[in-house]
Structure formats: structure tokens, C-alpha cells
């Protein structure tokens, strides 16, 4: 069907079944990948078996292979939102989401955080983006293409996986993506939905490495927006807090 989407890793389009109606809702996607660059893709597919149901991640219902003009695809089944990502919901309100809407949008991605660190998984790549608005308005966490194992041996540290904006402190210094480090992405999304603007202010022509060493050395953490409740900005605060072992963990943000 008609492509909804496109990623770093792959190809989002709308699934039209020809058979086996009864595998896949009415509203399916699949993300496609060419085979031979498929293994953010299968790794998706690895960690979403894995997970489990959990009504804020995003279904899976299976994968399978196949060959167009000669190139054989690796193909993912996933759930279809409807209303786009948060990114889409953000641009929908002209900039910024109200606050009562954000703290909605919010527990749900901790209750989906909390499912994932409890199974043992680090999301890595939590961002507007990878956060997908349904037709009852509920969201759900989805590309966990970069999504690892807690504990598991970390490779380079030039391998270091995730967004440079929304990078804690600990990924940027040691390559470390643990639970904490979905935890200061969190952070980061919560001020974007909130004020439209990047949770770190770059200014124009300035590089991604003096970013990186803003968010890596020294104190200075993001801005806390004034416009917020008080409960919101201690909510924050709580996520941007730099040394991991001492922020808040997904149940305690709950």
C-alpha cells in the first residue's frame, strides 16, 4: 500500500493482505527493509517478541521476507496509528501541547518505560518521533530498532546508540544506555511537546560535538520551561538529574 513513513533503517507502508485476513487487524503496516541492511529491523522484531503485550508498546503480528524487481525485503507487521507520531501532534497544536494534554501523553510513555526496563530492555532512541498517537488518542512506544538488552556488553564506544539531542550525559562520556539514559530522553520530549523547541537551545551553525560536550562535561543540564506547574517542573528536574544512579527511575516517575 501507500507509504506512511520513512526512517533511517526502513520503510513504512500500509499493509494490504491478500491472504490469511485473519492474521492481521484491518489497519496493518509493514516496515520493509532490504535483507542485506534488515538487522535494526530484526532486532525490532526480537525485542518486541521479547516484551510482550503491554497496551503503550506497539503490537507486532509477525514478519516474513520478500522479493520486488529482484531484491528480497525484510518485512515487519506492526499496529497502524492513525493520529501520526507526537511529532505530528505537536505541529496539530500550532507548537505546543497544553500541559494537561502532555502529562497525559506522558504517564503513558512511563507506563510503557516501565514495561520495557522491567522486562530487562533499554528503548534507546526515546523521542517525539518514536511515540505514535492512536485513534483514541492513547500512544504508544514504538521503533525499538536500536532497543538492547539492560547489562548487555556495550561494543565501541563510537557505537553509542540513540539522537545526540536527546543523549544523557553517561552516553555521551562512556557510551553507557541504560534504563537512566531513557529516562533523560524522557526528559528532553516532555520539554519539546511542552514549549515546540528542542529541550538543549543550539544556536544556528554551531556543531553537534559542542553539543555533545554541553551534555557531557560539566553541570548544565536543559531548561526547565517557566510556563509549567510546579508538579511539572520537579517531574523534570527529577529526569535531568546527571549522575544516573541517582535519577529517577521510570516506577518512581509514576
Not at 82 to 103: K, T, V, Y
Not at 150 to 167: D, I, L, N, V
Not at 211 to 220: A, C, F, K, N
Request: hydrophobic letters at 35%.
Amino acid at each position: 500500500g501507500d507509504a506512511v513513513g520513512r526512517g533511517s533503517f526502513a520503510t513504512v507502508s500500509l499493509a494490504i493482505p491478500t491472504t490469511n485476513y485473519n492474521q492481521f487487524p484491518s489497519l496493518t503496516v509493514v516496515k520493509s527493509a532490504d535483507a542485506q541492511t534488515s538487522c535494526w529491523l530484526r532486532n525490532e522484531k526480537h525485542v518486541l517478541d521479547r516484551l510482550g503485550s503491554c497496551p503503550r508498546i506497539i503490537r507486532c503480528f509477525g514478519d516474513d521476507c520478500s522479493f520486488e524487481n529482484g531484491v528480497e525485503y525484510y518485512n515487519l507487521f506492526l499496529e497502524y496509528a492513525a493520529g501520526g507520531s507526537l511529532a505530528d501532534e505537536l505541529r496539530n497544536h500550532d507548537g505546543r501541547i497544553p500541559e494537561p494534554q502532555a502529562r497525559e501523553y506522558t504517564r503513558d510513555i512511563v507506563e510503557g518505560l516501565s514495561h520495557v526496563h522491567k522486562n530487562g530492555f533499554v528503548h534507546c532512541d526515546i523521542k517525539l518521533q518514536n511515540i505514535l498517537v492512536f485513534e483514541d488518542g492513547r500512544i504508544k512506544i514504538a521503533d525499538f530498532g536500536l532497543a538492547r538488552e539492560a547489562g548487555e556488553r556495550q561494543g565501541k564506544k563510537s557505537e553509542c546508540r540513540g539522537t545526540p539531542m536527546f543523549m544523557s550525559p553517561e552516553q555521551v562520556t562512556g557510551g553507557e544506555c541504560e534504563s537512566p539514559a531513557d529516562i533523560w530522553a524522557l526528559g528532553c520530549a516532555v520539554v519539546e511537546m511542552v514549549t515546540g523547541k528542542p529541550a538543549w537551545q543550539v544556536e544556528n551553525g554551531s556543531s553537534m560535538w559542542s553539543l555533545l560536550l554541553r551534555i557531557g562535561v560539566g553541570q548544565e543540564v536543559p531548561e526547565i520551561p517557566n510556563n509549567l506547574s510546579e508538579d511539572g517542573k520537579d517531574f523534570i528536574e527529577k529526569c535531568f538529574i546527571k549522575d544516573p544512579k541517582k535519577r529517577w527511575s521510570a516506577e518512581m516517575l509514576l
